[in-house]
């Protein structure tokens, strides 16, 4: 069974993190890199955008998480951090996991089990000091609580198996909070664990961190400090880093148009092309009167031109895909060509205007009473860009659409509390796992469900699949909630993006994972040559 298979790598690779790489390290210096948008808080758990993730990562620890160094994550790939090891129970409905006893907290206080107990009480609303946002609350609805047993050990204890459970806690959004440091304090000068300490967080300025020189990892981290700069113009952000001002850009930040600039500018930038595994998809508010008829959110999805936003916005190195990643990068995602029996993903574009276009005379639009809206994003290009173009494919069909782009701080909580009509979103994964994907993004009344999509008979296939242990079958149901939300336009997936990471010759020893950009920024075995 795989879920013995991962407990008993787990004992033998429980130092695994720790082991030198076979490069001839070198320590000092600082990591410098742009940002183009500031995150509304340093705190994790509240939330949702990388650029609060990408830095703050280095901060913490998890219990577990993937590996570092292998670009893949998959249940094969997670790792002891503050634990030590885990075992689950005979029955998959308790992991007890053996906490390392030397970690203490940056401010020199220890690391115990009652902060893990804290964190995930905390998570699902059970202790006085609440989150302002809770995106991943609906992570661990299937949690039924959290035991200490004693200062070194702690169980989690579930309603019903949960294989991927350890995959949840194994994703970069899922570090360890202090017992005695509140959500407050959290958001502005988090206290961590990790090979980091936050030295300054100024808002639409920058972040710095600097090196934790008591790490309970010997010798780790190599860097001296990591710094953030925020630059909102991404011409800007190339001319900085050609000049050698930075060491590398914002991770997956340069789009494919954006990196021949860079590398007229920078010959000798060592660049990877990644996928980016959130999915742009257009985002309809169901609790809207109009919107709230499933024939016209029919006609919208029918409208969608997945291949021009490829051609247009990735020179065609972009991937059509459903809404889990597509493979080879994705784990769980359809191959081609059952994704091509998927309604709305036929190559037929103009028989489905065609369709789209009678939808729209059915409910009273046509070419003389066209159907005036407001599409909301975020405004940054990875968002504003596709919002563009998806504005632009629905004039097709009737609807025309003006441009609403909000700053990242306010994006997210108005879409959260669902102020907005139509919107163009990505869907921030944090992990390639039908169980993040689902419980976060379309059960009923998750946080993170922005369109309001509800049924019970989706939500009972998704608790299904998630306590399937084995994979091929869970792969199968995977793909058939898939269709299911295909065929409800639950949140029609549009397209995965391909973009790059550059970096100066000097960065020595970053692995860019292929299907998570949430989940490998701790940064402590990353140095300069």
Same mark, same amino acid.
């Given at each position: 069974m795989i879920i013995r298979a991962i407990a008993t790598a787990a004992a033998l690779l429980a130092g695994a993190l720790a082991a030198p790489s076979a490069l001839a390290q070198k320590s000092g210096g600082f990591l410098r890199m742009p940002a183009s948008n500031s995150p509304a808080s340093m705190s994790i758990h509240e939330e949702s955008t990388r650029f609060a993730v990408t830095p703050a990562m280095a901060v913490f620890n998890n219990l577990v998480l993937f590996d570092q160094h292998i670009a893949q994550n998959n249940f094969d790939t997670i790792r002891p951090e503050l634990a030590e090891s885990w075992a689950w129970n005979g029955e998959g409905t308790a992991l007890t996991f053996k906490l390392r006893s030397e970690v203490k907290w940056h401010d020199g206080k220890p690391f115990t089990a009652a902060d893990v107990k804290c964190t995930w009480d905390m998570l699902a609303g059970k202790t006085n000091d609440r989150l302002r946002i809770n995106p991943r609350k609906s992570w661990y609805r299937n949690l039924e609580e959290v035991a200490a047993n004693g200062d070194h050990e702690v169980t989690f204890r579930l309603k019903r198996p949960q294989p991927s459970l350890l995959a949840l806690l194994a994703s970069g959004a899922s570090p360890v909070y202090p017992c005695h440091v509140s959500p407050t304090q959290m958001r502005q000068h988090p206290i961590g664990t990790g090979p980091f300490k936050l030295v300054e967080f100024k808002p639409n300025e920058g972040i710095k961190l600097t090196k934790n020189r008591d790490y309970w990892k010997p010798g780790r981290p190599y860097l001296d400090g990591i710094e953030y700069t925020i630059i909102a113009n991404v011409s800007t952000q190339v001319l900085a880093f050609a000049a050698g001002k930075f060491d590398m850009t914002f991770p997956y930040g340069v789009s494919i148009p954006v990196l021949r600039e860079l590398k007229s500018q920078a010959p000798q930038?060592?660049?990877?092309?990644?996928?980016?595994? !959130?999915? +742009?998809?257009?985002? &309809?508010?169901?609790?809207?009167?109009?919107f709230d008829n499933p024939k016209l959110r029919r006609a919208m999805a029918l409208a969608l031109d997945r291949k021009a936003f490829v051609d247009i916005l990735t020179e065609g190195q972009g991937s059509i895909g459903a809404t889990m990643l597509p493979p080879p990068d994705g784990i769980w995602g359809m191959p081609p060509e059952i994704l091509a029996t998927m309604p709305g993903y036929d190559a037929d574009v103009a028989k489905r205007r065609d369709e789209a276009r009678n939808v729209m005379q059915q409910i009273g639009y046509g070419p003389d009473k066209r159907l005036p809206l407001?599409?909301?994003?975020?405004?940054?290009? !990875?968002? +504003?860009?596709?919002? &563009?173009?998806?504005?632009?494919q629905l004039k097709e069909i009737y609807i025309d659409g003006t441009l609403d782009a909000v700053d990242t701080a306010v994006y997210f909580p108005k879409v959260l509390r669902k102020d907005y009509t139509v919107g163009m979103a990505i869907t921030e994964t944090a992990l390639d796992d039908p169980d993040q994907m689902f419980f976060e993004n379309y059960v009923c009344g998750a946080e993170r469900n922005y369109t309001g999509y509800c049924n019970p008979e989706t939500d009972k296939l998704i608790e299904r699949q998630s306590a399937e242990a084995n994979i091929e079958n869970r792969r199968q149901l995977v793909w058939e909630i898939e269709r299911k939300l295909a065929e409800e336009r639950a949140r029609p997936v549009i397209f995965y993006t391909r973009a790059a990471t550059c970096r100066q010759p000097r960065v020595r020893n970053l692995v860019l994972m292929v299907n998570s950009l949430f989940n490998g920024w701790r940064f402590e075995d990353v140095w300069l040559d």
């Open positions: 930038a060592e660049c990877e092309l990644t996928i980016d595994n !959130g999915s +742009r998809t257009m985002i &309809v508010n169901r609790s809207i009167p109009l407001t599409v909301t994003t975020r405004n940054i290009p !990875g968002y +504003r860009d596709p919002a &563009v173009i998806m504005i632009d």
